[in-house]
């Protein structure tokens, strides 16, 4: 698999392709979490098995509203002190 580096700012992008697994072991790495404390977002359903494979907690984006849920779930469990970490791809033109 062909990939390259960026440097971009203060962020580090590794440009990987998915659903390769490789990509959330990277970025579950560098967040320095679990895929326990990692929920995954993406509008495509391999993306997701993908990530679920590994034990990262998906949601599959469909709209705005039922992504704010989400979020506002995740925001109430980590006022109450557990960590979370947020992926999200979804892709602008289906």
């Known amino acids: 698999m062909a990939r390259s580096n960026e440097l971009t700012g203060r962020w580090y992008r590794q440009v990987l392709a998915k659903p390769a697994a490789e990509i959330f072991d990277i970025a579950l790495s560098r967040a320095g979490r679990s895929p ?3 929920l995954f977002i993406d509008d495509r359903d391999e993306n997701l098995r993908a990530a679920e494979a590994l034990g990262i907690q998906t949601h599959r984006f469909a709209t705005a509203e039922g992504l704010s ?3 506002r779930g ?3 469990r980590t ?3 557990a960590s979370a970490v947020v992926l999200t791809s979804i892709d ?3």
């Open 79 to 81: 006022a109450a002190g």
């Open 69 to 71: 849920q989400v979020l």
């Open 92 to 94: 602008a033109n289906p």
């Open 36 to 38: 326990q404390e990692t």
């Open 74 to 76: 995740i925001e109430h």
